[in-house]
């Protein structure tokens, strides 16, 4: 497991993203795990899991103090085993799917974690921060920041540690073929984006006309290749 | 009587300080990190404090001066707002907190301006520009485009809506001050949300076919019953929506067909 320490910075980095600084997106799955895919020599391999990811990702909305899935250290740990795992046989992309959506609950939990010790740390310098101490604004905020990227290579560095063992043994015992199981992920991430493109557009004016004619246009374009 | 604190019917009186170009650069890269302590107690309060504290050493007495140290304060407090839409109240409160504003109607206004620039961000963001960059780079997937070109599409294209908005919100909070609640009247952000919708739910139908056929790589039958039986999938999740959450779901399924598969 010589890509762990770089996967753990890639982690670290990513997860910082999701909330603190700078917010560029490039936590989002499509992105976190095609390069994690990268790092540990394919790249195409971490894009189909981010593909998947994202789909299943369109659902969460990450309003103000909601709790929500932590989707890029998730995405890191899933796109670096579907490409590790590539010379498989069948499942790779299942099972980084898998291992991504197990590591993005506990990622939720960890961000809740987080936000509380951030509580505690400013509950604790109140008096400072009452008295307009520049020190401890500036303070809290590096505390904040050093915590979260912390919170996410560490996320990484252990779920990466468990989950990858037990993904070898999974796709060495997988008997599904590749095309099945690609099928079911597929199915299921499909239908969580179309339900959540319902859920977020219908409100809006003539949005189902809109998805219809993408619909068309989709198929269309699927026909011409 | 006093002032309204979030009434912008009329421009601020308030002088406008004038700032170097140097203190805006650093007020802008901090908001970078706006969400850094975010807590369940002050939110993003001590982010506000932290991202306009550049521009507040400007006041009487330095660092080191009482109206430093009372802005500071106030400023830290409790705030609520969309972070990149924050943006706009650390602009206007650095101009108000510049412009010797009373600090009764500073914290007036800073109640006032969170409800609506955390429900506008929200709406245009979350729930409309970022999905939208989303399935266009994944529409791009579906049509054959490499790793890189896909994730360049993604960031580049979200990241113009991104970078514009926190630079906008900046440069009309400073210029409005307190003043600013037409700016929040503005088209883009009153009809935006429903027009990044509408093109949002045109890209989801040309992205999510797309994308599962360049991702199963079979035939057309096997492309069709995936189709089909998402979409049948997604009307139960559309009636159930609110009681599932729905990568709880997929989780739970696939660790399913993943023990099937080992035990079969």
Redesign the interface.
Known sequence: MRELLPLSLLGAVVGLDV????????S?P??AA??A??FVGD??R???VG??L????????????SRY?EWGSAAVVGGAIAATLHTERA?E???G??AA??T??VGGWTLVKL?????Y???RRRPA??????GT??G??????TS?MVRAALLTTVAYAILFPVAVR?AG????SG?L?????????????????????H??????W??????????L??LAR | MTAPAFNAAVPDPSPVPSLPAWTWFKVFTRLLAIQGAWNYETLLGNGVGFCVEPALRFLPGGVHGTAFKQAMARESSYFNAHPYLASVAVGALARAELSGVPAERIERFRTALAGPLGSVGDRLVWAGWLPFASLVSLAAFGLGARPLLVIGIFLVLYNAGHFALRIWGLRVGWTRGLAVAPALGNPLLRRGPAHVARAAAAAAGVALPLAAARLLDGGPSLLAIVLVGAALLAALLVRVHGRVEGYKLVLVLIALFALLSVVR
């Open positions: 909330v603190c600084f700078p917010q560029m997106m490039y989002r499509l992105v095609t390069l895919g990268a790249a195409t971490g894009l189909l593909v998947v994202e789909l299943i990702a369109i659902a969460t909305l990450p309003f103000g103090a899935p499942g992309v299942t099972i799917v898998l959506l197990a993005a609950w936000r509380q010790w951030n509580a740390l400013a509950q921060l009452e008295a307009g101490a520049r604004v500036i809290l905020q590096l505390a904040g920041l979260d999974l015992q997988w008997s599904f095309p199981s690609r099928s079911v992920v597929m199915m299921l991430a499909t239908a969580i984006a179309a339900s959540a493109a319902w859920v977020i557009f409100s809006a004016r003539g949005a189902r809109y998805f219809a004619g993408g619909v068309v246009v989709g198929l374009l699927l």
